[in-house]
């Protein structure tokens, strides 16, 4: 089983920085890839950013493809999100997930592609 532990969010004013972490324990040698995901109140949980463990390869929705960065470093289990030039619009609680399905009908930015989810961390951006 892996479990996932979010960290880094908070209160920023907007075009604050903030840089989101995600530590992996149990089983990580297996993840295939790691997301963010965020869901603002009332609204669906959307796909943010994913990276596969292994390679490195990037993945993100568009409306934060120039302001966010996904990363990870594998010594240390941990992905990370980066997020700066920050809107109100991304308020939210913030997600990572964990998939080892290589394959699968769903794609990465599917959330029913990830078996394994963290606890969330909330993000609140001001005007």
């Known amino acids: 089983q892996v479990q996932l532990v979010e960290s880094g969010g908070g209160l920023v004013q907007a075009g604050g920085s903030l840089r989101l972490s995600c530590a992996a324990s149990?089983?990580?040698?297996?993840?295939?890839?790691i997301s963010w995901f965020r869901q603002a109140p009332g609204k669906e949980r959307e796909f943010v950013a994913g990276?596969?463990?292994?390679?490195?390869?990037?993945y993100y929705e568009d409306s934060v493809k120039e302001r966010f960065t996904i990363s990870r470093d594998n010594a240390k289990n941990t992905a990370y999100l980066q997020m700066n030039s920050l809107k109100p619009e991304d308020t939210a609680v913030y997600y990572c997930a964990a998939t080892k399905s290589t394959k699968s009908t769903y794609g990465l930015g599917n959330e029913d592609r990830y078996n394994y989810w963290g606890q969330g961390t909330q993000v609140t951006v001001s005007s």
């Open positions: 149990g089983g990580t040698f297996s993840i295939y890839c």
């Open positions: 990276i596969r463990w292994t390679g490195g390869t990037t």
